[in-house]
């Protein structure tokens, strides 16, 4: 494995990549959407640990801010996966904290 596969250790936690991934549920495909939220090393098509679920983009939005993502990226991020089936944020820092608030 690389050494930029794996998230890198700063002072505040390791910093690494939010992988977001939209499922699309067999019932309704068009407006009923979970999104599961990851985090990992750059290089990862998905991330290592999965820090959180949400439902519908609001949920996401909030679930990325506690995450320590800004407004702009969350709402961002929310708006890519309408369309996408996967998104990347990088240069995320988790601090144990943070892992702890959303009981991961």
Do not use: C, N, W
């Not at 499922?23 to 999104?35: G, K, L, Q, R």
């Amino acid at each position: 494995m690389e050494a930029d596969a794996v998230p890198t250790q700063g002072p505040g936690g390791p910093s690494g990549v939010l992988h977001i991934v939209r499922e699309v549920h067999p019932a309704d495909p068009y407006h009923s959407y979970d999104f599961v939220v990851s985090f990992g090393g750059y290089k990862d098509p998905v991330g290592a640990i999965v820090v959180g679920k949400a439902v519908g983009p609001r949920d996401l939005v909030a679930l990325l801010q506690k995450l320590g993502v800004s407004d702009g990226a969350a709402r961002l991020a929310a708006k890519e996966l309408l369309v996408q089936h996967h998104h990347v944020i990088s240069g995320v820092t988790l601090t144990t904290d943070r892992l702890r608030q959303l009981g991961v």
